[in-house]
């Protein structure tokens, strides 16, 4: 199996990978860290685990040269994946923010949500943007929601979770410019520069996770 010739790809296949891993390590922290079960941590680890797995499958999407059937079942198995852990993500917001009762309430309406998403991409090449657009309304929620929280002191850790939305928002604005480009030791364009914001996001989400 052989890499692709773009170097542009092969560095967004590697930073695919610095995603994958940080996510998975941000699951093994915050699992080590949970004494008992809890369904808020679970929330979190599975929306963590979706992004480790379509940032795994992404990386083999951007660095490998594949038959164009392979290639069409990973990027549906990367939205499948990010259209989830966005969903997932939400509701673990609404969960601290208004509780298990409500995020309960929300949990079928977020799976629903992550699926017409999905379905909304299938319709025509090029609509990822529509994740784009549920992402960035996903982190303003969160955004919004863990500042009120930090101000009012009902949750220890908020200001960082606040941060995370913020620098996450920041690389869901770099990821729709498509000539950004810039060259760092290796060159990077928009993907592979918004999968390494990603990353400082997700650390700071799992510090401010850690403190709650």
Not at 22 to 35: D, E, F, H, S
Request: proline residues 2%; hydrophobic residues 60%; charged residues 10%.
């Amino acid at each position: 199996m052989k890499l692709i010739e773009s170097r542009t790809e092969r560095t967004t296949a590697a930073t695919d990978v610095i995603l994958s891993a940080a996510a998975t390590g941000a699951i093994i922290y915050l699992q080590l860290l949970t004494r008992s079960s809890s369904w808020r941590i679970s929330l979190w680890s599975w929306s963590f685990g979706l992004i480790a797995l379509s940032a795994a499958f992404g990386a083999a999407y951007h660095g490998l040269m594949l038959p164009e059937v392979t290639r069409k079942a990973l990027w549906q198995a990367v939205t499948v994946c990010v259209g989830m852990a966005i969903s997932l993500f939400l509701v673990a917001v609404v969960h601290d923010a208004a509780g298990s009762d409500a995020a309960g309430r929300a949990f079928p309406i977020m799976l629903a949500a992550g699926l017409l998403i999905f379905g909304v991409s299938r319709m025509r090449p090029g609509l990822f943007i529509v994740f784009i657009l549920y992402e960035a309304l996903a982190l303003l929620i969160a955004f919004g929601a863990y500042l009120w929280l930090a101000a009012s002191g009902t949750l220890s850790g908020a200001a960082w979770m606040a941060a995370g939305a913020a620098i996450s928002l920041i690389a869901a604005a770099i990821q729709p410019l498509k000539r950004l480009r810039v060259a760092w030791v290796w060159e990077f364009d928009r993907n592979g520069i918004f999968h390494l914001v990603q990353v400082l996001g997700l650390v700071l989400l799992c510090v401010g996770l850690s403190r709650t």
